[in-house]
């Protein structure tokens, strides 16, 4: 099979998806842009800020991507390229896509608030106090697992396993850190030419793609910053403190758009990469890796296709994190209704088309990664697509410059998601101690000091980074289905809410159930495996197993309990409080 065909034919279905069930999605749902929006009507300079269509789609593209859209297809590639490419489309099309606009159009038709929200109005309080410490929790490991990254693509000395410095490593990661320092100071100022002096969009734009390439090129040659890991475990916990409480004009919407860019340009260098070496004819072109190779994962041990194939493509098929994004920060800014499709809808399949090109590169290294010799999915990404612009005659000479860029990118998103994570999860501790319709403003007492945007973030920030600095991997086995779990949560909170309005909500069904069999099994898993080593006493036991045990069998209960609640209102239409 030729990757190129792959490639072109998975986003030519892409796009057909995109223009009639989208489309239809919308008119099924009642989408109405003569509504005014929450950004309009709530509009405070902070969380509430009009954005136009491309700046918003630019910070939810880069707060919902980053490496995921790689990992998973990637990962899921030791079944086989057929089982990979039809999730990617049909997740993305039916279940994904669906997923993303769903979450995102319920939120702006309740102020802009999150799902808890919605779940509160149409399911019951009792199910949005489960919903948010659910989401919350989810959210805190996020912070924890991307500070943590984040802090090791920066850190100035790193080891090898003799405990001496890598330089060439320590070189790489101290330009990231420059260029990551370099984009905050210019979407800083990107952010007061448009919303304080009045620039047009499209010249700030130019002179902000200008400046992305001089970032690269000043972080790639002079990066004197050369930190431990521990100091900039502190110092990204000081700045997404600042970062989730400050205006989300002066850093989030500036910096989520110009770093988007970066991404587009990162998918065009592989797109030129994939069609290139088709049409050149070179070995590279073909897909080297067989088209299934059966339903149990002897390579890397990920288990069986069901339901490890679903878990582990998250954001290239469909992602929890996704309608936390949406209902989260995204809502707050939309300037008009018609803009939700193609932000939510169109966003969520342009990952899709990054997951398909994803395994294509590893398609082109194929018997190297069943070697075992290359097996992080980042370098994956980066030596197949690099090897494929390579294989373009007269761009012989570009395999490692392509390949340091595509590494850069990579590591500049976990950033970008990382403080739109935190701003999340201050705004799910929030909405805890609130009843529907008030916001942090109506309380008073204790509720007022927990829920001061300051505070809840404070507590955020603590938590994410302690957690970081102190082993969150020993727990993060369990975000695979955590995450699908909170995708089949918002599905069914969705497909409650055009219930109770009286609009069609019958396109959720198979998606929903689907993706709460899935999770359930798979922490069905997690638990009898992790209980069955503490049972026999094995080697290597310790309270990450335990804690993987304990918390798994409490997802497995919410996920009943919160499923029962919304089939009794989807069904039923009962509501409890």
């Known amino acids: 099979m030729n990757a190129m065909l792959v490639v072109i034919v998975g986003i030519a279905i892409l796009v057909v998806g995109y223009i009639f069930y989208g489309g239809w999605l919308a008119k099924q749902w009642g989408v109405d842009d003569t509504k005014v929006t929450p950004a309009h009507e709530l509009e405070d300079g902070m969380d509430y800020v009009p954005a136009k269509a491309p700046v918003l789609m630019g910070h939810h593209f880069s707060s919902i991507a980053g490496a995921g859209p790689i990992n998973g297809p990637i990962q899921a590639a030791v079944f086989g390229w057929v089982p990979v490419v039809l999730w990617v489309l049909i997740g993305g099309i039916f279940f994904g896509a669906v997923h993303d606009y769903g979450a995102l159009f319920a939120s702006i038709r309740h102020k802009g608030q999150s799902l808890g929200e919605v779940v509160a109005l149409n399911i019951g309080e009792r199910a949005k106090k489960l919903f948010l410490v659910f989401s919350y929790l989810t959210l805190v490991l996020v912070v924890a697992a991307f500070a943590s990254i984040v802090a090791s693509t920066f850190n100035g000395f790193p080891l090898d396993k003799e405990g001496n410095v890598i330089e060439a490593s320590a070189n790489t990661n101290a330009a990231v850190a420059m260029i990551s320092i370099l984009f905050i100071i210019m979407a800083i100022i990107f952010g007061l030419a448009v919303y304080r002096r009045g620039a047009p969009l499209?010249?700030?734009t130019v002179v902000g793609v200008i400046g992305i390439i001089i970032c690269l090129v000043i972080g790639?040659?002079?990066?004197?910053?050369?930190l431990s890991n521990t100091a900039w475990m502190w110092i990204i916990g000081v700045y997404i403190l600042i970062a989730s409480v400050a205006p989300v004009w002066i850093l989030l919407q500036p910096r989520d758009y110009l770093s988007s860019f970066l991404?587009?340009?990162?998918?065009?260098i592989a797109?030129?990469?994939?069609?290139?070496a088709g049409l050149t004819?070179?070995?590279a072109a073909h897909m080297d890796m067989p088209a299934f190779t059966g339903f149990t994962d002897t390579m890397t041990g990920l288990g069986t296709l069901f339901p490890a194939l679903f878990v582990t493509i998250a954001c290239g098929a469909i992602s929890g994190f996704h309608s936390l994004v949406g209902s989260g920060t995204t809502a707050k800014q939309l300037d008009h209704e018609r803009d939700a499709k193609p932000i939510a809808y169109g966003g969520m399949l342009i990952e899709c088309a990054l997951a398909l090109i994803s395994l294509a590169a590893v398609s082109f290294i194929w018997q190297e990664y069943a070697a075992g010799d290359i097996r992080t999915p980042t370098q994956v990404f980066a030596t197949g697509i690099s090897r494929m612009v390579a294989s373009i005659p007269g761009l012989a000479s570009t395999q490692q410059t392509v390949s340091a860029l595509l590494v850069l990118t990579v590591s500049a998103f976990c950033l970008t998601s990382l403080d739109t994570a935190t701003r999340l999860a201050r705004y799910m501790f929030q909405e805890f101690w609130l009843k529907p319709g008030?916001?942090?403003?109506?309380?008073?007492g204790f509720k007022a000091t927990l829920c001061n945007p300051l505070v809840a973030t404070a507590i955020t920030v603590v938590?994410?980074?302690?957690?970081?600095?102190t082993g969150y991997s020993k727990i993060w086995p369990?975000?695979?289905a955590a995450n699908q779990l909170l995708a089949g949560l918002a599905l069914l909170t969705v497909c409650a809410w055009l219930g109770n309005i009286g609009r069609n909500n019958k396109m959720f069904y198979v998606p929903m159930i689907f993706m709460m069999i899935v999770t359930i099994c798979s922490l069905l898993q997690t638990v009898t495996n992790r209980f069955g080593k503490i049972m026999a006493g094995a080697e290597g036991v310790d309270w990450g197993t335990y804690a993987q045990a304990i918390l798994g069998t409490l997802l497995i209960i919410l996920a009943l309990v919160l499923a029962w609640e919304g089939i009794q209102t989807i069904f039923f239409k009962k509501k409890k409080a």
């Open 281 to 283: 004819g070179a070995d």
């Open 478 to 480: 369990l975000f695979g």
């Open 438 to 444: 008030e916001t942090y403003k109506d309380v008073t």
């Open 220 to 226: 790639l040659n002079f990066h004197p910053i050369y």
């Open 463 to 469: 938590l994410g980074v302690g957690l970081g600095m």
């Open 263 to 268: 991404l587009y340009g990162m998918m065009i």
């Open 271 to 276: 797109a030129v990469g994939v069609i290139g």
């Open 202 to 204: 499209s010249v700030a």
